[in-house]
């Protein structure tokens, strides 16, 4: 496969963007089993079989757009279902069912890196090529989605993942009303990372505050392959 095809491009990106995703969320639903809320088995979504998670835009259309555009590659997925009610101490519980999606995609990205370690200490850098190299790619890339999704959601601002465990942080008639604007999400969402770095480049919140301990995290994760390789 020609490495600077758009398919290649595009495989080498989404491939580990959907593992990432749908480990993400079948993590919160384990998470909350284990807590005392069943909803996300009953309904047969603790399931790492992606076509039970893909959302058409999040998990494809916008991280291929966002691959070709040679910009920074995220997305979601259908959200695994967590009925707070039937944890057994829901504002707790919540924040522990948040934090397990970032902390899978971490897991997640040490895996990535001890295997791409292992694979270029078999075929070392210089002779990769072929599908070596596109294992490689897609190694390398998973560590870098992965980190990049935990540092992302966990970001204070609802629907993400760090806002949940804000709202289980605050005292109890203030987390009703930050519950609240998690209606207005995406649209908020929308308006900081598009509408807001438009109008004013400087509070550009990915580049600004997202991207620096991302590349910090991932430096430190691939120093473990760079270890393993020798």
Not at 150 to 159: G, I, K
Not at 168 to 194: C, D, H, T, V, Y
Not at 214 to 221: C, G, K, L, Q, R
């Amino acid at each position: 496969m020609n490495p600077d095809s758009i398919v290649y491009r595009a495989a080498i990106w989404i491939i580990p963007l959907v593992i990432a995703i749908v480990f993400h969320e079948v993590a919160h639903g384990l998470a909350a089993r284990a807590l005392g809320d069943p909803t996300a088995a009953e309904r047969r979504r603790l399931s790492f079989n992606p076509l039970r998670h893909v959302d058409p835009v999040g998990t494809v259309v916008l991280p291929l757009i966002l691959a070709l555009a040679k910009m920074p590659v995220f997305g979601w997925a259908k959200p695994v279902p967590v009925d707070y009610r039937r944890l057994r101490n829901p504002r707790r519980d919540m924040m522990w069912v948040a934090l397990a999606g970032p902390g899978m995609n971490l897991v997640l990205a040490l895996v990535g890196a001890v295997l791409l370690g292992l694979l270029l200490a078999m075929v070392g850098e210089g002779d990769l090529s072929g599908p070596s190299a596109f294992v490689a790619a897609n190694l390398f890339n998973f560590v870098a989605v992965n980190i990049f999704l935990a540092l992302f959601n966990l970001l204070p601002v609802p629907p993400f993942d760090g806002g949940h465990v804000v709202q289980g942080l605050l005292p109890p008639p203030l987390a009703e009303r930050w519950a609240a604007l998690a209606r207005f999400g995406f649209p908020l969402l929308f308006i900081l990372l598009l509408v807001v770095p438009a109008i004013w480049p400087d509070a550009d919140i990915v580049e600004r505050v997202v991207l620096p301990p991302v590349a910090a995290v991932t430096d430190w994760y691939l120093s473990i392959a760079a270890m393993i390789a020798g």
